[in-house]
């Protein structure tokens, strides 16, 4: 499944639909782009049905998670229009466009 893509990302197409699928690779467009290399990914707040996640420290469960039960909060995904999972992310820089790495400071 996701272990013979070389880009994986998890496509939400409706509640309960999701699929592992290849995405492109980011390009450096503009001299201000940033190409991050996301290393993990979690549940978003968001996400979470609150009234059955009341406690931070629970363990999430599948019927907890709001996208994956509802397909979205406002705007609802679907087949033509699904959603990549995740964006709450630890990433790294993979690729600096010229005017970023001039300006970037590191500590």
């Not at 990914?41 to 009341?54: E, K, T, Y």
């Not at 363990?59 to 705007?75: K, M, P």
């Not at 959603?83 to 010229?98: K, N, Y």
Request: proline share 7%.
């Amino acid at each position: 499944m996701a272990d013979s893509l070389k880009n994986p990302s998890c496509f939400l197409y409706g509640p309960g639909v999701a699929k592992f699928e290849e995405s492109p690779y980011p390009k450096i467009e503009d001299q201000c782009d940033v190409v991050l290399r996301i290393e993990y990914v979690g549940v978003c707040g968001s996400d979470v049905n609150s009234s059955a996640f009341p406690i931070p420290s629970q363990t999430l469960t599948f019927d907890q998670v709001h996208f994956w039960n509802h397909g979205g909060i406002v705007n609802m995904v679907d087949e033509s229009h699904p959603l990549i999972m995740g964006h709450e992310d630890h990433s790294s820089f993979s690729l600096l466009a010229t005017f970023v790495s001039r300006h970037l400071i590191f500590p």
